[in-house]
């Protein structure tokens, strides 16, 4: 979506200078009318692409508890803590935990795609998702508060390296769901959750 809006702009913009070139120098239109008949112009086309975008298909099945609008949110829910995520990311200093987060947000992305090709997976995925990202999002934004102490004490060194530990633990757990969501073989996601929630019970942030 992003990409489409940027496109868009791109083709809106151009036609738009294209009539302000023309109804300025070639038609000799007053600045004004030139100015508010460019506008209309970049506007009107930008509407009508936007509502020749290429609207998202899924092969929903059904009978599967499966629709089109629970995938359509999932989709848009993930959009939104991406942007989240990457937004915390730019806080952080320390490049080693940037580039777990940045990694989990690339795995995160590959994940969706899989589920927007295959929205049969949805009920497995977004299930661990929703824990693990959410997870993520909560222990990037402790560390960052974290880091950005003005004395760093002990117990502070040791809460940013335990925040580290639990991305690393996270970045493993979304590199196995990704590999058995392409190998279609489906994980067991309260084993798998519930080893995690004892790694950060065990690992607890203070």
């Known amino acids: 979506m992003k990409q489409f809006t940027t496109v868009a702009g791109i083709i809106s913009g151009i036609a738009a200078g294209l009539v302000m070139l023309g109804l300025f120098f070639l038609l000799q239109f007053s600045i004004l009318i030139t100015g508010v008949l460019s506008f209309v112009t970049f506007f009107g086309i930008y509407v009508i692409l936007f509502a020749l975008r290429p609207k998202d298909q899924f092969a929903i099945h059904p009978g599967n508890g499966i629709t089109t609008e629970m995938v359509q949110n999932v989709l848009k829910e993930s959009e939104e803590k991406i942007r989240e995520l990457e937004k915390l990311a730019k806080q952080i200093r320390n490049e080693n935990v940037r580039a777990k987060i940045a990694h989990i947000i690339t795995v995160v992305k590959k994940i969706y795609e899989n589920i927007r090709k295959d929205p049969e997976k949805m009920k497995v995925a977004r299930q ?44 493993v757990a979304f590199d196995k769901q990704l590999a058995k969501l392409l190998s279609n073989d489906v994980m067991d996601l ?3 959750i519930e080893t995690l929630e004892k790694t950060f019970r065990a690992e607890d942030l203070k």
């Not at 809460?159 to 530990?165: I, M």
């Open 128 to 171: 661990f998702l929703s824990y693990y990202f959410d997870t993520s999002i909560s222990i990037v934004n402790k560390y960052s508060q974290l880091s950005i102490q003005d004395v760093q004490s002990p117990e502070i060194s040791k809460a940013l390296l335990k925040a580290e530990n639990m991305l690393s633990s996270i970045d």
């Open 190 to 192: 309260d084993v798998e």
